[in-house]
Structures are given as structure tokens and as C-alpha cells.
């Protein structure tokens, strides 16, 4: 992604390859290599402008939710929503590091409009996003049952029921839902992680 600074010819293709294998780490046979991603973002992840390139991937994939044949990939981008962030905020850390705090605006511009997306895509009632809330919020901690129309509708039929979960999506989507109130909020938490002016 990042020797490809240029082009975005390739940025999809790795992001993807970034939500695999978070996905795979989330399976319950790998948990075991959590610490290992964990330390390899604290320690090991170098890439000071990635931040830019995975926000603009997700906000690309959350502004199609509504288009046929990215249902599955957008839905395991938000599954790995904690992650991606961590990625994103560790990035961010490093260029702050190095060229103190420049773009500083620009970022949080970019966080904000990502999280109107994801609100926006929430308040869609699309047939492409109605499947993908109806599988993300049940995977959400304390999420609320999805309304019994909803459940007993074809779309819902069809898709397994998933158990709750602790996820940075969780508290993300609930306050994305509340609006830009809700986003300026979950940016704030975003920014209170990042050392110096960030805090």
C-alpha cells in the first residue's frame, strides 16, 4: 500500500488482505495470535501515511453499502473495525512523531466523515444494508434486537444469528447513530488515544 504512495491501484486489494487476516485472528481457533497482531501495532507497524489510505478504502466501501457485490467484504471490513482503527490511530501516532502533528485538521476531517458514513449507511433501508446491519448489530455489545419485521423478513431468514460481542464497532455504531453529535463524540475518543495536542 504504502510503496504504491501514487497509485490506489492497490490499495483495496491490501486492505482486503488486512481484513482477512484480522478475520482470522477473530476466529476462536487463533485467538491465541491476538498479542501478536496487538504487539505488532505497538511495535512493529511503521507506516506513517497508511492512516490516510485505510480511511479513505473503508469510507469508499461504506459510501457503496447500497451497491450488489461488496455486501460480504464491507461487512467483514466492520467485523474488523478495532482493529482497522488501531491500525489507523498507530499511523497517525507515527507521522505525528515525525512531522508534528501537520494535517492535523485533515485528519480529523477524515474520521469525522467516515463516521457520517457509517451513519448514514445505519439509517439506510436499503436491501444491501439491511443485510449487513442485521448481521453486524447482533454482533455488538449490548445491541438492541433487530425489529420484528425486520427479523421475520426474507432478508433476515437467511442469515445466522451471531452471539454478542466486546468490538470498537459497538460503541462506534451506537453513537454514529445519534448523528453528528454521536460521531463528534466517538472522534473525541478516537483523538483522547493520540499523545501531545490529540489528548
Keep these: 500500500m504504502m510503496e504504491n504512495s501514487e497509485s490506489e491501484t492497490f490499495d483495496t486489494l491490501v486492505f482486503d488482505a488486512l ?5 482470522l485472528i477473530a476466529d476462536r481457533k487463533f485467538q491465541h495470535f491476538n498479542p501478536v497482531l496487538e504487539t505488532y501495532i505497538k511495535k512493529h507497524f511503521s507506516a506513517t501515511l497508511a492512516y490516510t489510505k485505510l480511511t479513505k478504502v473503508l469510507k469508499t466501501y461504506v459510501d457503496n ?24 490511530v498507530r499511523s497517525r501516532i507515527l507521522f505525528n512523531q515525525l512531522y508534528e502533528n501537520k494535517g492535523e485538521a485533515d485528519f480529523r476531517e477524515s474520521l469525522l466523515q467516515l463516521f457520517k458514513s457509517i451513519n448514514e449507511m445505519m439509517s439506510s433501508i436499503s436491501d444491501q ?16 434486537r433487530p425489529p420484528v419485521a425486520l427479523r421475520r423478513s426474507a432478508k433476515y431468514a437467511g442469515i445466522p444469528a451471531r452471539p454478542p460481542g466486546r468490538s470498537a464497532l459497538g460503541r462506534g ?10 460521531a463528534a463524540r466517538l472522534l473525541s475518543r478516537l483523538s483522547a488515544a493520540l499523545p501531545g495536542r490529540w489528548s
Excluded: H, N, W
Excluded at 481484513?19 to 478475520?23: K, N, T
Excluded at 453499502?65 to 482493529?83: H, R, S, V, W
Excluded at 444494508?129 to 438492541?144: D, E, G, Q, Y
Design 129 to 144: 444494508t439491511v443485510i449487513v446491519k442485521v448481521r453486524i448489530l447482533p454482533a455488538s455489545p449490548r445491541a438492541p
Design 65 to 88: 453499502a447500497e451497491k450488489c457485490g461488496i455486501t460480504d467484504q464491507l461487512f467483514k471490513a466492520m467485523k474488523a473495525l478495532e482493529y482497522i482503527f488501531k491500525f489507523i
Design 173 to 182: 455504531l451506537r453513537g454514529a447513530r445519534q448523528g453528528e453529535r454521536g
Design 19 to 23: 481484513v482477512f487476516i484480522i478475520g
